[in-house]
């Protein structure tokens, strides 16, 4: 889906948004197996700091094809990781940040950065307090001016992922707080589904893929129970792919196995699970 006049405007782009392609929401549907998969750095944050390249290495001969890193990843100079990533031959999808880091130049060094390394999106990590209808709208006013900053500076998309607060603490009515944020951002804000706390909150992430189509260009694909590894737990993973390549717009599958982040025998068995489920 194209934007339209009205909403590049609404997004305030302006005469800058011709710098760039327009921003589609891809909901027509594709192949599910046509969807790349990536490793939240997070999962092996551990075994990363011991040996960065081997890591990268272990992790690309798994079947992953791209790291998003965490937000207490980036020590590295941009050209040093893209060139470690190269060798390993991953890509970046994108990257975490916490809220703070994305105000005046903070927003700009970490775009700059995440350009230099191939990525499409950026994500805040998280947003915690009130829980307001009005506050939510607040937060989604913030998040539209910083998303056209994303397009202006680099084409690039801000993205926000959840934690269970969004959806476990309503703001009216059994409205969620998700569910107002994402109907007041524009399209330049992806929904970052993370699935595991999604179920953890007693919410199911297929409606809100569906609820909001073409903005899950990114999912955390996060197992709830079962030890943390995909399929053996209580996520409905069949709906949540069908969902995501039907009209999610998903253009990336992220797993994220958070219990044992020193070891490897997680993730592979995630990939694996994955993979069967595809």
């Known amino acids: 889906m194209k934007l339209t006049r009205r909403d590049i405007l609404r997004l305030g782009l302006g ?11 891809r909901a027509e549907g594709v192949d599910p197996k046509s969807i790349p998969i990536a490793l939240q750095h997070y999962s092996v944050r551990q075994i ?11 992790i690309a001969a798994m079947g992953y094809q791209a790291i998003e890193f965490s937000a207490d990843t980036g020590c590295l100079e941009a ?21 703070d ?24 990590s998280g947003m915690w307090g009130s829980n307001s ?17 994303c397009q202006e500076e680099a084409g690039m998309f801000l993205g926000y992922h959840n934690h269970t607060h969004e959806f476990s603490e309503h703001v009216s009515d059994g409205v969620t707080g998700w569910e107002v944020f994402f109907q007041n951002t524009d ?36 197992e709830h129970g079962g030890g943390g590894i995909i399929g053996k737990g209580s996520v409905d993973w069949k709906a949540v792919i069908a969902a995501a390549a039907e009209v999610g717009g998903t253009e990336w599958f992220i797993v994220e196995a958070e219990e044992r982040p020193d070891t ?3 993730v592979e068995a995630c990939i694996k ?5 595809v």
């Open 133 to 149: 209808a009005d506050v939510w709208k607040e937060r989604a006013d913030w998040f539209n001016e910083k998303a056209r900053i």
């Open 187 to 222: 399209a330049a804000v992806v929904q970052q589904l993370d699935t595991g706390h999604c179920v953890a909150a007693g919410a199911d992430p297929v409606k809100y893929i569906r609820m909001f189509p073409g903005r899950t260009r990114q999912i955390h694909m996060k």
């Open 79 to 99: 050209h040093f990781l893209k060139k470690i990533l190269d060798d390993a031959g991953l890509k970046c999808c994108g990257g975490h940040l916490p809220k």
């Open 264 to 266: 490897y025998e997680d």
């Open 15 to 25: 005469a800058s948004a011709l710098a760039f392609a327009p921003i589609r929401l």
């Open 48 to 58: 990363a700091l011991l040996d960065q390249p081997k890591a990268y290495e272990t």
């Open 101 to 124: 880091r994305c105000e005046g130049d903070d927003m700009y060094r970490a775009i700059g950065y995440y350009k230099k390394l191939g990525a499409k999106t950026i994500t805040v």
């Open 273 to 277: 699970g994955l993979m069967e489920l």
